[in-house]
């Protein structure tokens, strides 16, 4: 035991072919060889031996090459470097020569691993590669009939990663992080309706083994979870959505210009007149002035803060009747001209208020017409809602251009005709 390198790695006390962890690797030594010669090595080493070797492998029609139509084929490598990649996969049995016809040809153990980096580069570009590259693994080896339990785990461990980014980000309640989160669900959601089409495949199997079909529930339920938190996203969504501060009159939300300014980036900074600093400002100072502002800061600022914990007085709610007073008064208004109107008239021309404001709550109360909850109540709202006219919205949009209104809803409202 003392002549294996290996061993040096072990207590003196353990035999390596009695640890599961590593038999497996032990009883694959000659597949891994292929990767071991692949990748040892600098970057630039392992980049030339993956390019020679994926070369030779590509010619699918002429498996075997010879010495000549090697130098040809890789002409715009050095011929001394070339030599010395050439020798090395052929000692470690990655290229096979045939003394025979004198040709190179690849091993099974280099097929094998080309296959799999074949594999690998195609999912190099996906938005979630290392999901789509473990459900290919794992689809590859339930239509042959060797399903892996390792390939079952990491495609477990991937899905829990998810959901649990995915509820962090619901936990967050931050608007910003949820859509974000919303998009990569999106993203990956193909992968996983592929992985429960074969997650069911594989538990269909009566001849499957208690550990993997226990993987496989696992994996199963972990989807499910996940194709739940679509509706989790947008439930928290609408919350936030319901919870937004309105500016005014305007129309704007306070999420409007959160978005603005994340859009603007570092274009940003000059609005901000200085109330943001890029650096913190350093102060130099003695140390008996540092030894003060410890004392104050750990201290004396506690103690305020005890004789300042008393409870503030009571105050009234600011008076914001005006506001339901005038929006009142928009509604009669509108009540009253759309009582007067008998044949259609565009949407533009029944809306269209003073301001972007009113026109904006105009339309509002359009599309409350002939429902049936806003006609159960009282008021000048209801009495818009049960008035004998239909809105008919169409898709394309209406030039306006007057009150601070560029575009409105094409469509008219007319009155209701006959049944």
């Not at 590509?58 to 000549?68: C, D, F, K, L, T």
């Not at 998810?162 to 962090?168: D, G, V």
């Amino acid at each position: 035991m003392q002549d294996n390198p290996l061993a040096d790695f072990f207590k003196p006390s353990v035999e390596l072919a009695d640890l599961p962890a590593l038999f497996p690797l032990l009883r694959a030594r000659e597949a891994l060889n292929a990767f071991i010669t692949l990748f040892r090595g600098g970057d630039d080493e392992v980049l030339i031996r993956l390019m020679i070797l994926r070369e030779i492998g590509g010619r699918a029609e002429a498996p075997r090459w010879s010495p000549q139509e090697l130098k040809a084929t890789f002409a715009y490598l050095d011929p001394t470097k070339l030599n010395t990649v050439l020798n090395r996969l052929r000692e470690n049995e990655l290229l096979v020569w045939d003394n025979d016809e004198s040709v190179y040809q690849l091993s099974s153990s280099a097929r094998m691993a080309l296959a799999a980096i074949a594999t690998l580069l195609g999912f190099s570009e996906d938005d979630d590669a290392e999901l789509g590259f473990i459900t290919a693994q794992v689809a590859a080896g339930q239509s042959v009939g060797k399903v892996s339990v390792e390939a079952l785990q990491h495609l477990l461990g991937r899905l829990n990663e998810l959901q649990a980014e995915f509820e962090q980000a619901v936990l967050s309640a931050s608007e910003f992080v949820i859509r974000a989160a919303q998009k990569k669900l999106d993203s990956v959601w193909h992968w996983v309706e592929k992985g429960t089409e074969i997650i069911r495949a594989i538990t269909a199997d009566d001849e499957l083994d208690g550990p993997t079909h226990r993987v496989a529930q696992a994996i199963g339920q972990a989807q499910s979870r996940m194709l739940r938190m679509t509706a989790v996203f947008q439930r928290t969504l609408n919350n936030i959505q319901s919870q937004r501060v309105h500016l005014g009159e305007s129309g704007m939300t306070s999420t409007d210009i959160a978005d603005w300014l994340r859009r603007q980036g570092v274009h940003a900074t000059p609005l901000l007149n200085g109330c943001l600093q890029a650096h913190p400002q350093p102060v130099f100072v003695t140390e008996s002035e540092m030894l003060d502002i410890a004392e104050y800061e750990l201290l004396e600022r506690e103690r305020e803060q005890v004789r300042d914990a008393i409870i503030p007085s009571a105050l009234d709610a600011p008076t914001t009747d005006h506001i339901e007073i005038e929006r009142l008064l928009f509604a009669e208004d509108f009540r009253d001209s759309l009582t007067t109107l008998d044949q259609p008239q565009p949407i533009a021309d029944v809306a269209l208020g003073a301001n972007y404001a009113q026109t904006a709550y105009r339309m509002s109360l359009l599309a409350l017409l002939n429902d049936p909850e806003s006609q159960a109540l009282n008021g000048p709202v209801a009495d818009i809602a049960r008035l004998p006219l239909r809105l008919d919205i169409q898709a394309e949009l209406a030039m306006v251009n007057k009150n601070g209104v560029a575009q409105m809803s094409g469509g008219v409202v007319k009155p209701k005709g006959p049944r």
